[in-house]
């Protein structure tokens, strides 16, 4: 049987930390792509975590904690351990699901796809509060979401979000220039860094996925391009973006 190569010839730019690369970047090289990772987005603990510390440690055993990323869950671990928080988990995604249960966290949800919008919209409202623990630059329309169908809402800050391009911007630059380059985005922070420091003009000759309805919405109004959209961060479906607008590009 021939092996698969549909993408050679093809660079693929990775924008989130390698550590979230790794699965993902070895399934596009047995494809035949060419990988560049170029980080946009940097996460740092508290420089005071005793906010988030008291927040979690007033919850209730109706309430329900609501982690939207895997710093999220790193930093809430931090704070407290495990046994001090007396309600329920929910999970943007499976990936902080896992990261979640690794620390001895209660997760008791976890949204079909890995988006603040399906969470908004299949989460069952607690008898208590939501409290959403997120970063600082966090948006704003996963609990505008849930206040309208009746949740009680409190926002915690968990950690900080840097949005900043860390490598050589000149590299995937220039790899983009060369042509069949594709960028892939899973934060609008991370669409904001890489706008800063590549043109627009530039950006539009490449190719973009775009994680999540936001990240694609932060595309259109940074880069002036149609990205394709990625349903979750997870690998197949990244791949069949990719898939997909290779087949149907010029």
Known sequence: MSRDRHLAGTTVVLTR????????????????AA????????????GDPEPLRHAIAGLDREDLLVLTSRAGAEAVAAAMPPHGIPCDVAAVGE???????SFGMRVSFVASRADGRTLARELTPPAGEVVLARSDLADPELPLMLRARGARVREVTAYRTHRRVAGDANVARAAIERGRAVVVVASPSAVD????????GTLRRAAFVAVGPRSADRVRARVRTDPLTAGSPGVDAVVS????????GP
Not at 17 to 32: C, I, K, M, Q, T
Not at 193 to 200: E, G, M, N, R, T
């Open 35 to 46: 990988i560049l990772e170029l980080p946009c987005v940097r996460t740092e603990p508290l």
């Open 193 to 200: 860094a890489l706008a800063d420091a590549i043109d627009p």
């Open 241 to 248: 973006a990719i898939r997909s607008g290779e087949e149907t």
């Open 17 to 32: 930390a390698p550590e979230d690369n790794v699965a993902l970047g070895s399934a596009l090289r047995d494809l035949g």
């Open 95 to 101: 990936a902080t699901a896992e990261r979640a249960r």
